[in-house]
């Protein structure tokens, strides 16, 4: 009896594990990109005006073209974050149909056990019947001529009896895992239903806002045109001449705004190598202790123990003792901090770069690992090909490597966008560092493959930190 308790209660506890798994669910993206109103449509709107407006002056058109470039940008991300949302969505889906032939194999596993079961179970039944009809101590007693074939054959029977209710209780055990799996593999199976429907709608989301990104883009680039067109009559000069110093203008833009992001990059530092200096100060506390030669001048009246039994000094040291946690709830937990340890070397890294840069002209394609890519596509095959397997989308990829400070920045180191820098969820896009200053990346299917400046596009977007595999 005591066995079959042990047993019950061991598959309970299997069933229960499995019941246990088959509620979690794949957590599917959280950011979903809404085309009917996405960013950079007032940017563009106020430059339409202001470019059909005669009586705009040149300050007011030379803003507006600014205004438009960073409503080129808005309107990329926006399409570049749907994107990501469908990867994370397909990624879903693609775990959810893994968990649901994991549970079906369970499943099936499990109604065979219980069919062995089962017929082990007969087998033993119908011994019993052909042995003696019935498994009771009666016809033990009966069919005996003598008190030695009485003890013999009773305990033969009591053994039957014992195997029987074991293998009564293996399949009461069997059905019960055999249910829980079936019941597991049935919603695995509505699971990966939803993750499916849900992939697909993030897919039409993400096509939806990458078509609107795009008219955004093309309204954007005309209604430049006319601004640049209108400076040109105002300031008396050609176009290509207007050209070339609202190029001018954009480098001088770029320049300040790589200067903003370098000096966002730089404080994000101070304020890691802050936390951590912060952080240590729990050696720094034993040094702390070393005025101990006081107490122990305080443990000297020890001699006068009515001294140590009055209340007062007691008291002494719990007010000592309760000021001295202050300075651990002062402590704040830093929003990020830089890694120490890392699984690649500095000749993967270099590796991975050079590999990246042998996809230069390849063709763009939303959750492409080859011969189309995608952003991830570019920095995870890059970095197979380095000897080194790192996940699939650009979220999953800052999740899972080291967080390094720009200045630490080698070949081979990821480079991470966000909609908001300080939250990883709004990642929509990754490049790889290939040196002297210059990213690899896919971007969009307007343009193929390429290599560009670090800081030469979207340098509000950059994460703090760079990502080390």
Known sequence: MVKVTAGLKRVLALAAMFALASAVVVAGPTHRAQAEDYPGQAEIDEARKAASDLAAGIDELDSAIAAL??????????????????????DAADAA???????????????????EARENLASVAQAAYRDSGSMSQIGAVVGSETVDEVIARSE??????????????????AELVASTM????????????????????????AQDARAHAE??????????????????????????????RQAGLEAERQAAAQAEAQARQKAAEEAAAAEQEQSRPRPTSTKTSTPKPTAT????????????????????PETTTTSTPKPTTTSTPAPEQPGTSWNSTAAQGKKAAQHSLTLIGSEYLLGGSGPKYDCSG?????????????????RTQYQATTHLS????????????????????????????????????????SKPAGVRGLYAWMTGNMMPFIGRP
């Open 97 to 115: 149909q893994d968990t649901l032939k994991a549970a079906n194999k369970r499943a099936r596993e499990a109604e065979k056990e219980l069919a």
């Open 182 to 205: 079936r019941t597991y593999a049935d919603e695995a199976a509505t699971e990966a239903d939803a993750a499916a429907a849900e992939a697909k709608s993030a897919y039409a989301e």
């Open 378 to 394: 570019v920095t995870s095959e890059s970095w197979l090909e380095a000897g080194q397997w790192i996940t699939r989308s650009s």
């Open 156 to 173: 033969a029977f009591a053994r039957g009896s014992d195997e029987a209710d074991m293998w009564v209780q293996r399949v009461k055990a």
């Open 215 to 244: 008219e955004a883009v093309a309204v954007a680039n005309e209604t430049r045109a006319d601004a640049v067109t209108r400076l040109a009559e105002l300031r008396g000069v050609t176009i290509a001449l207007e050209e070339q």
């Open 406 to 445: 720009y200045s630490q920045i080698r070949e081979g180191d990821l480079v991470f966008y966000a909609t908001d820098t300080s939250d990883p969820s709004t990642i929509f896009h990754v490049a790889i560092y290939v040196g002297n200053g210059q990213v690899m990346e896919a971007v969009n299917y």
């Open 297 to 316: 001048k305080t443990s000297t009246p020890k001699p006068s123990a009515t001294k140590t039994s009055e209340p007062e000094q007691t008291s002494e």
């Open 69 to 90: 470039a960073e409503a080129r940008d808005k309107a990329e991300a926006n399409a570049l974050l749907a994107g990501e949302d469908y990867t994370d969505a397909q």
